[in-house]
């Protein structure tokens, strides 16, 4: 699967490139692929205006590169008004991991005798949470613009929302990864991160909006889109899987009609993540134990889910305001 930025293309040589395919083939997750193909079609762009064959790399020149991604200037290379780096520190963290991956696989593949980006250093990254979840009220408005819309919106936003999931899970969910459970319910079958297999207990109206979407269907997506093409005069538009930018459309288009977004809105941004995050603190929100939560996002540490917590965040709500002298 070729990316945007393809490192198949950009590499030196073809020796390179194979190599590349041969890693990128070795991971798992489809996302991490797709992500790390762009890293490193950047790093071979990088390295090859430094003059420097990648199988000829040294530490130093991971280091370089390091410095490049940070360096205060925007992504054009000019000195940045804000004061802010090339990168986020959380995307040059991520760019660096696919070098060291890369160089670590041709390491174990005997293709060198080591790799040139162990113990390279990376930036800091802001253990916070991206942005804001909605509350209570904001989140019913964006549920009835989405079942105004249909009930292909309405099963993403409540997939979203309700049940947490992440934009590709939602985009992978297939009708036939549904499961009816003994004492009444229904389950999804959804492959998180690291292609790990779990099944996911449906919320009550999630159930109803996944049922109204799949419309006694056996299999295919669980939700759909009409497609781009246009379509001939009286002729039904074809239905196509959401992708990840289909979803970030109809959340901006949602939170539009809902009153969410625009010059009267009450919310910054409005993405998939948000809708996630409004579930982890929704739920903080009701009492719900960190451990319970943890498991309902299934994150891999309670350290994650707690930096949700609002309360825990609250200025007003830490634990020195009780001392009262």
Known sequence: MASALDPRTAAPDARVAQLVEDFLDSLISPRTR?????????FFAWIEGAGVHPLEAQRPHVDRFRNHLTELVDQDGRPSPSGRPR??????????????????????????????????????VAKEPRGKGLTGEQLRRLLEAAAEDGPDAEAVVCLL?????????????????????????????????????????LNDRTERAVLRAAGGRSHGPVARRPGDRRRRAGSVAPLRPFNRQAVWELLAELGRRAGLLGDAGDVDKLHPHVLR???????????????????AARHASPETTRLYDRARTGFREHPTHKLRF
Do not use: M
Request: aromatic residues 6%; proline residues 5%.
């Open 277 to 295: 995050h409004s579930f982890v603190t929704l739920l903080l929100d009701q009492g719900v134990s960190l451990a319970a939560v943890q498991d």
């Open 87 to 124: 990168y986020a520190p959380s995307t040059v963290s991520r760019r660096l991991s696919a070098v060291r991956s890369f160089y670590a696989y041709l390491a174990d593949q005997r293709v060198l005798g080591a790799s040139p980006a162990v113990g390279v250093r990376t930036p800091r």
């Open 34 to 42: 797709a992500s790390y193909a762009t890293d490193l079609a950047i």
């Open 161 to 201: 929302a309700l049940n947490g999931l992440r934009v590709s899970e939602v985009c992978a969910a297939q009708v036939d990864d549904l499961r009816r459970e003994p004492g009444g319910g229904r389950s999804l079958r959804v492959r998180g991160k690291g292609g790990k297999e779990v099944w996911v207990p």
